[in-house]
């Protein structure tokens, strides 16, 4: 297991990599001068001041030399400052607990409502239930999760008044409820359709006949022996899933007005504040792989195959 973490670490190296050098190059294409967006609409910064600031921010200097002060910063980790001159770990610490509620409450609305939809389609297989929950996971994946969250909030805050208008002023769960929904909706459709066909799988198995001949009853079939079984792929799922939930925020962030890391990258996009994206989004990569090493090394934990397989 040892070797197998090990090698798990060694691959997220180059993927780190490629991710940071993909963000940083895309962040300083972008069209437009953030040093003379700092100064504001109308006006201008005398030509010392904007060779000082260039060069304090090593904007003098070609893109690779850039990214490579950037890189020794993060492995230092230090995310580097922005460009009113805060330091972006703080901007990080200050924003990460929102980040975490949304994410965390999304996660736990999709395994719920996925689990329970999968569940129940695969119980029905071919029946009214199946045929709604398939049309409905497909009528879902089609429609953009920024649409939806838009008219969410036209129906349900606007219209209704069931949910606050924005921000997080009432706390957790009001504040949290819509948004988080809008977010997991991104995932559930993919969670019922594996969850449904790994019930419909082992539905018809040896083990399930051998309970029905026993007598059991039909809840403790369901629960103990379909529906347990059937978790083992979903788990990998849900863990995968956590690491987006979390690290996925930026539109939702931005829609709902909820002021974490995501809501962050977008006001740094919109200033044009490249230290602040290419930082939090580095971190929400980071974060995104090690989740996702925790899920390989607690599935490696539960089927040793997982691991004895990388060494071939």
Known sequence: MA???LRRLAGMVPVVLGTTLLIFAAVYALPGDPIKALAGPGRVL?????EALRERFHLDQPLWAQYGHYLGGLVRGDLGIDLQGHEVSDLVVRAWPY????GLTAWAIMAVVGITLGTFAGMRQGGTVDWIVLTATTVVVGVPYFVIAYV???LLVVNLGWFPTSGVREGWPASYLLPAAVLALFGI????RLTRASIIENRYADYVDTAIAKGLPQRMIVVRHILRNSLVPVVSVL???LGYMVSG?????GIFNIPGLGYVVFNGISQQNGPVVVGVCSLLVL????????VDIVYGLLDPRISLAGRK
């Open 3 to 5: 070797g197998y973490v």
């Open 46 to 50: 005398s030509p010392s001041v904007e």
């Open 99 to 102: 980040t975490l509620q949304l």
């Open 152 to 154: 969410a909030q036209i």
């Open 189 to 192: 459709p993919e969670l019922v």
């Open 239 to 241: 863990g995968l899933s």
């Open 249 to 253: 925020t930026v539109l939702i962030e």
């Open 287 to 294: 974060v995104y792989l090690i989740i996702n090493l925790l």
